[in-house]
């Protein structure tokens, strides 16, 4: 069975957070490239999977999931041994879904305005 494929850019924070989840995982993704330059994020092919152009998108066996905080849960689903970095205590696990939406609402949100 082919490795789960990882549309990606290299400089995206949203990619960097999947890349840092795959290497604390011990996995393999596929990578691959958009280039934005070129518009591959609108190529009709990628669309198909990505309606809403989003990167990182993640496709596993036909399986496709974009959003980098929804990707991590489910690699972390998948592939982890333990529950050590998505806990199942309900306590634990609010925290770090508190910490991923500051992430996106906040911090991501500032970054790109200033960009």
Known sequence: MAP????MIDLSPPVRTVLLTEKALGITLDHKIVTFTKQEQLAPDFLRLSPQHTIPTL???GYVIWDSHAII?????KYANDDSLYPKHYEK???ID???SFDS???FHNIR???
Do not use: F, H, S
């Open 59 to 61: 496709v596993d066996n």
């Open 105 to 107: 609402e906040v911090v």
């Open 4 to 7: 789960p494929k990882l549309y």
């Open 98 to 100: 508190q910490r991923l």
């Open 113 to 115: 305005n200033i960009l």
């Open 73 to 77: 849960a489910y690699l972390i689903g």
């Open 93 to 95: 696990r609010a925290t």
